[in-house]
């Protein structure tokens, strides 16, 4: 029966991940597949773990099942951050990354020093294979680690629900479960049984939950939501380019508009010689005056506005971005009308110039 259940954990976990990754957009942060990835590591350790046969491939096993143990609960506060649309220093995320890290590391040598764990031995009890072990000094530190995350989740989660009028309490309903039961699992739980591991099931709750709020976090990110509805719009194009004019990448629209790019390869020039003066000039233009000038470019029938911007990387300008917007509907109007004044102003003059001559008749 326990085997039983770690196998059905796993799969059901394995069936969450297999549904994010068909679901996923192309502008969801990596954090996301995060979740999934560091929760499907232990499933399958645990199943490991339980079929082991002595006590070095259970140990190596179990230095695997840390990695869910020592990232899982930073994974979670990220998560939660991103939902309360909260952002954090550099040097604060380094140092959240580097805690749980320096855990992960004590966990590896377990077998080599008796720092993390004094010592270690496997039992077979119902079934399956049981790790026995003695906690050394250090250990009581992943302890610290999940109470400080804990808490610092709780605490974001309040602030979410009182602070950020933007933020869906639906979604921070959700994640608020999804801690709770991880609390119920990681301390109650083995005073209900220690027969079975309750993180297992643990996991595949924060699986689940995350799956049901995924697609609402997205929706709440509104600029992720501009690009890409521009982008599958298919009405403006991006190609991006360095400090040296070296050609970077361009969407597919761009490469659409100019097939001359769609070849060109990454950290060259871009190889038209006619498109290279051409943005060359104007990238020169726009580092002289740091003015965005729209330039209209003719192409096959077509007229598009292309103008030159800062390409940026977070806050730092990495170098330059031009936009290219199909605009030809637009300019092909604007000449019509201006036909249309211009014939106006032809017929006007000409009976202008009939009234003045009845009149002159007239006088003679």
């Known amino acids: 029966m326990v085997l039983s259940y770690y196998i059905v954990v796993c799969v059901l976990s394995l069936i969450c991940c297999m549904f994010f990754f068909w679901n996923k957009r192309n502008y969801y942060p990596v954090?996301?597949?995060?979740?999934f990835v560091v929760s499907i590591i232990p499933q399958f350790c645990y199943v490991l773990l339980a079929i082991s046969?002595?006590?070095?491939e259970a140990v190596t096993i179990n230095k695997f099942l840390y990695l869910g143990g020592s990232f899982l609960p930073l994974i979670g506060l990220m998560l939660v951050l991103s939902i309360c649309q909260i952002k954090v220093p550099k040097i604060v995320r380094f140092v959240m990354f580097l805690f749980p890290s320096a855990i992960y590391g004590l966990s590896l040598t377990v077998g080599h020093w008796d720092l993390y764990y004094k010592s270690v031995d496997i039992v077979h009890r119902n079934g399956v294979t049981v790790l026995v072990k003695e906690y050394g000094p250090l250990h009581t530190l992943f302890y610290v680690q999940i109470i400080v995350f804990l808490i610092a989740?709780?605490?974001?989660?309040?602030?979410?629900?009182?602070?950020k009028p933007n933020v869906s309490k639906r979604d921070l309903a959700i994640a608020s479960f999804m801690q709770i039961f991880s609390i119920f699992a990681?301390?109650?739980?083995r005073l209900i049984t220690k027969e079975i591991e309750w993180m297992a099931l643990g996991n595949l709750v924060d699986e689940i939950g995350f799956l049901l709020i995924m697609n609402h976090i997205s929706?709440?990110?509104?600029?992720?939501?501009v690009i890409s509805s521009i982008q599958n719009e298919g009405k403006v194009g991006y190609i991006a380019m360095d400090f040296e004019k070296h050609y970077l990448s361009a969407t597919d629209?761009?490469?659409r508009f100019l097939p001359e790019i769609a070849s060109n390869r990454a950290d060259n020039v871009i190889?038209?010689?006619a498109l290279r003066d051409m943005f060359s000039k104007w990238i020169d233009e726009f580092s002289k005056d740091n003015l965005e000038v729209k330039h209209v470019y003719h192409k096959d029938k077509r007229i598009f506005l292309i103008h030159v911007g800062d390409l940026y990387d977070g806050t730092d300008i990495r170098g330059y971005l031009l936009v290219i917007t199909d605009d030809t509907e637009r300019q092909e109007h604007l000449e019509d009308i201006e036909r249309y004044n211009m014939t106006l102003n032809q017929e006007l003059m000409a009976k202008?110039?009939?009234?003045?001559?009845?009149?002159?008749?007239?006088?003679?």
């Open 253 to 255: 629209t761009a490469k």
């Open 219 to 225: 929706l709440y990110r509104v600029e992720d939501m």
């Open 53 to 56: 046969n002595d006590v070095g």
């Open 153 to 163: 989740t709780i605490i974001v989660l309040l602030i979410g629900w009182f602070k």
């Open 271 to 273: 190889e038209n010689e």
């Open 186 to 189: 990681f301390f109650l739980g």
């Open 31 to 35: 954090l996301y597949a995060m979740v």
């Open 352 to 364: 202008s110039k009939l009234i003045k001559e009845l009149k002159e008749s007239q006088k003679s």
